[in-house]
């Protein structure tokens, strides 16, 4: 039998247009779920682009800025920058050289009373009772700064004030004769021509003239005083300007002082007496009295910071702090040059120490200082009016002691308003040495006692103060003492002072 075709299963028959239709539809399903994933990567890569975009926009910005600041400061590296900084500054803008210029002018009021004249048969004293009137004790103007680099330093600072010298005099009360003897009109002298150099943050060495590293009180600077006037105590016992070279050494609590130098100014006996024979301010070396000089100074502060001790005052909410210090003075020295040509005067020694102490309690302080002096003279002399300015030699005042004390407490009532009163006492006994018997008549003298009561009103801080104070004298201010910048006369027991004065600082 012929074989016939076969007719096909459903196994083996081909996919229907049903399951075709089913696939398209599958196939267009998982199209539109990619082309929905693309759209949202395309968004995000979109999105991350455009941040770049914006931060590379950005870092363009800072590029062209940051190019243009060099570009302004390249244009200084061949000026000077300028400014304020408590003082008026000139420097350079990569800090190697700076020059500051500080200023200081204290127009005050003065007027002085006093009652009877102390038995001072030689000294020429003020018979007027009552004095009064205008001046400005220190206009002052400073330089200072730096060269080639912060570590070498200097300063510069100048004068200009009326002349407060007097004399002594054969004619007691003789009109003609009058006390200052000083210009009548202002002259300009220096006070600090210094450099110093720092080896390290801690030691230094200064070369030129300064202050003595002896006296606090006259160690803070005029502005930061905190009376019109320093005290008569210091006026004559501490040392004031000198010439030398001097080392310093600066730590945390401790600070030390060791200075060579042309001796300190002569005030022992006050200004008329010089029982030392050295004023060493200004003087050239030719003219220089002084075979050696050595002044040391100790300072420790237990708390506190050295800056908060440049002042006397301690402003309500600074940091409470305490400083002591310890000084020592020691030199020998010839009389003055003119009766010394031939080096055959015999020399006066003068050993000096001081103690001093201040608490800043933030609101409030308290100073209080110590002083002992003690001099072998063999020639001392005078500055007599006949004829005028003429040096007189007086002969040995033997040992002479000369101490005192100042005692300075303060205290806010009020954010700028500050209430002092000061004490102060001194002593000398200028011993019973072979002095010529005319002037054997001056030499005793009263104890000096005066208190000192006033107000300070920080306008704005040390840049602009009002002070006024008023003093008493409760003894005899002799030959000594006698301090007429301060307001002190020649008079009895029972003077009266009274000062007021306006500071501006720059």
């Keep these: 039998m012929a074989e016939t075709e076969a007719t096909p299963t459903k196994a083996d028959a081909g996919p229907t247009l049903n399951d075709l239709l089913q696939r398209i539809d599958s196939l267009e399903r998982r199209n539109k779920s990619l082309e929905g994933q693309v759209s949202e990567l395309k968004a995000i890569e979109g999105e991350k682009w455009l941040s770049q975009e914006r931060a590379d926009q950005i870092r363009s910005v800072v590029a062209d800025v940051i190019a243009d600041a060099d570009s302004r400061a390249s244009l200084r590296q061949d000026a000077m920058t300028a400014g304020w900084n408590d003082g008026f500054f000139l420097a350079s803008p990569d800090g190697r050289f700076k020059l500051q210029v500080n200023g200081l002018i204290q127009p005050r009021f003065m007027w002085s009373h006093t009652s009877g004249t102390p038995n001072t048969s030689y000294v020429v004293p003020d018979q007027l009772e009552n004095r009064y009137g205008f001046d400005s004790n220190y206009n002052e103007?400073?330089?200072k700064g730096h060269i080639f680099s912060p570590a070498v330093e200097y300063m510069v600072k100048t004068n200009v004030a009326m002349g407060d010298t007097y004399q002594l005099g054969t004619q007691p009360n003789a009109v003609t004769n009058n006390l200052n003897a000083?210009?009548?009109t202002g002259q300009m002298y220096l006070l600090d021509a210094w450099a110093r150099i720092s080896f390290t943050d801690e030691l230094s060495l200064r070369v030129g003239q300064y202050r003595s590293p002896y006296a606090r009180e006259q160690l803070v600077t005029e502005q930061n005083q905190m009376a019109v006037s320093r005290t008569g105590v210091v006026r004559n016992y501490g040392l004031w300007y000198t010439q030398g070279i001097e080392l310093q050494s600066q730590g945390d609590d401790f600070r030390t002082n060791i200075s060579l130098?042309?001796?300190?100014?002569?005030?022992?006996a006050g200004t008329a007496t010089n029982i030392i024979g050295q004023q060493p301010l200004n003087a050239p070396w030719y003219t220089q009295q002084v075979s050696y000089s050595v002044t040391t100074r100790i300072e420790w502060k237990p708390y506190g910071a050295w800056k908060d001790f440049t002042s006397f005052t301690s402003p309500m909410g600074d940091e409470q702090g305490m400083l002591f210090g310890f000084a020592y003075h020691r030199q020998q020295s010839s009389p003055n040059q003119n009766f010394n040509t031939g080096d055959t005067l015999p020399a006066n020694n003068w050993d000096a120490w001081t103690l001093d102490w201040?608490?800043?309690?933030?609101?409030?302080s308290l100073f209080a200082s110590a002083f002992y002096n003690y001099v072998t003279t063999q020639n001392a002399f005078a500055y007599t009016i006949s004829p005028p300015n003429n040096v007189t030699p007086i002969g040995s005042f033997g040992s002479v002691n000369a101490y005192g004390i100042v005692i300075q407490p303060a205290i806010y009532f009020l954010p700028k308003w500050e209430w002092y009163t000061r004490y102060e006492y001194g002593y000398i006994d200028l011993g019973d040495g072979n002095t010529d018997p005319a002037y054997s008549n001056q030499f005793a003298q009263q104890p000096y006692n005066v208190i000192t009561t006033g107000v300070n009103w920080y306008i704005d801080g040390q840049d602009l103060k009002w002070t006024m104070d008023m003093g008493f004298s409760m003894s005899d201010v002799?030959?000594?003492?006698?301090n007429l910048p301060a307001g002190w006369r020649i008079s009895g027991s029972n003077q009266f002072v009274v000062r007021t004065q306006l500071q501006l600082m720059f």
């Design 478 to 482: 002799d030959y000594s003492w006698q």
């Design 141 to 143: 103007l400073t330089f």
């Design 182 to 184: 000083g210009p009548t």
């Design 261 to 268: 130098d042309n001796g300190g100014s002569s005030n022992v």
């Design 358 to 364: 201040q608490w800043n309690m933030g609101g409030a």
